[in-house]
């Protein structure tokens, strides 16, 4: 399946899933209740026969989804040093990205951005400004089940040393305009150069969408 293909396809099951899961969290109608369970487990099935993975993976794509359908939050930071930016490899593809991760439960996202810095590069950080505030669906990212907003933060480093975490396997700083190999369902170049003016010139405005 080509990627664009597979990106309509994961498109129309997050709508159809978010019909079903907003079915389920408001309906009172026990008819109503079977009619959307049952469309919720279409979507497995679809996704299991066209993805060419077992159910149970694709029924857990969408588990512990309930309320409500709203897109998850990720926040990423980027730490300079100078021309350099601080990436960490992931030890779930091989690549590189700007430490990051989901939004807790009562998490503000700057101590979100904080803690995933510190955890999956050992470094201690603030955040100073949000960068941009993106739509992961209208950014050259590789196809993914969820609906993501990506929330990028220019940080500054208040201590720490490199260490790795439970996540990530290697930490370095980079030149921003000679990258490694880049884990781009998390990050993509063009955004890390972007976060990189915002370290220069604070004054830009928020990026959104």
Known sequence: MS??????????????QAIAQNGLAFTRDPFDRERYSRLAELVTELLSSQLEIPPATARALFAGES?????????RGGVFEGERVLLVRERADGCWTLPGGWVDVNDAPSEAVAREIYEESGYRARAVKLAALVDKNRH????GVHHIYKLFFVCELTGGSPATGDETDAVDFFPVRELPQLS???????????LYQHRLDPSLPTDFD
Do not use: N
Not at 3 to 16: D, K, P, Q
Not at 67 to 75: I, L, Q
């Open 3 to 16: 990627t664009r293909a597979s990106g309509s396809l994961l498109e129309w099951a997050r709508a159809v």
């Open 67 to 75: 309320g409500y359908a709203t897109p998850k939050v990720d926040v």
């Open 140 to 143: 050259p990212h590789p196809p």
């Open 184 to 194: 781009t369902g998390r990050v993509l170049s063009s955004q890390i150069e972007r």
